[in-house]
């Protein structure tokens, strides 16, 4: 089965710590994309990348780190830079970074900072 | 940098269309529009999009009218199982060609018994 694979579901972390969410897709798409979904809120654009080695930042990338050696994986790291890092974070991927053609969402990583 | 205006909830009774309206009036000539629905807790699962023609597909109808600055989605048989969270989204174009797909707040849809 095609899809796009987050995990863990739920995450929590201590204050300054560093943790890495995994986002892996096995649809041979070129774009992948991290957003960050506060409660009652829409979507908003952390990190993109449209292909392998090359990413860009966001409307909100400070405190998030990224990267793209594989064009399947793109793991997103949240740093204890990050002020407010409890949120539900959504990975996407779709065939083209230009084309015109849907994202493919994940299920999601809730993020709790304990 | 949200482009689209969606009422925030609504209410239709299962078996009924469900008509969820959105205005763009900004949109530019190039862009198209997408839904896509929120269900809780989980990822969003694209519905439909379309640049200027109605488009239908086994989920629902997109109406885009002729001026582009509005649409509406129609769920033409709501049942129980489409509540959700629908957002009306405009893709704009990023640096090198790229481009995003910015969520507002959507509508928020409850179909009741």
New interface residues.
């Given amino acids: 089965d095609g899809g796009i694979t ?1 995990s863990p579901k739920y995450l929590f972390r201590k204050e300054g710590q560093n943790v890495t969410l995994s986002c892996e897709q096995n649809l041979n798409h070129d ?1 992948m ?1 991290w ?1 960050r979904q506060d409660p ?6 952390i990190y ?1 990348s ?1 292909i392998v080695n090359d990413f ?1 930042k ?2 909100i990338a400070e405190g998030y780190s990224v990267s793209r050696e594989k064009k399947e994986s793109f793991p997103l790291t949240v740093t204890s830079a990050q002020k407010n890092p409890t949120a ?1 974070y ?1 990975c ?1 991927s779709s065939i083209d ?2 084309m ?1 053609t ?7 990583t ?1 993020l709790t900072v304990v | ?2 482009k689209t205006t969606q009422p925030p909830s609504m209410d239709c009774a299962e078996g009924r269309a469900a008509n969820l309206p959105c205005n763009h009036s900004t949109i530019s000539g190039n862009e ?1 529009v ?1 839904w896509y629905r929120q269900i809780h ?6 519905i439909i ?1 379309g ?1 200027k023609n109605n488009e239908t597909n086994e989920m629902a109808s997109l109406i885009i009218t002729e001026d582009r600055k509005s649409s509406t989605l129609i769920l033409p048989h709501a049942t129980l199982r489409d509540t959700a969270v629908y ?1 009306c989204i405009v ?1 704009v174009a ?8 910015v ?4 509508t928020r849809l409850t179909i009741n018994p």
């Fill in positions: 987050q774009a994309y957003y009652g809120q829409g979507l908003r654009l993109y449209q860009q966001g409307d539900f959504l996407a970074p230009v015109n849907e994202a493919f969402f994940g299920q999601g809730r | 940098d949200a198209y997408y807790s989980q990822g969003p699962q694209y999009h640049l957002y893709r990023l640096i090198q060609g790229a481009q995003k797909l969520f507002g707040q959507g």
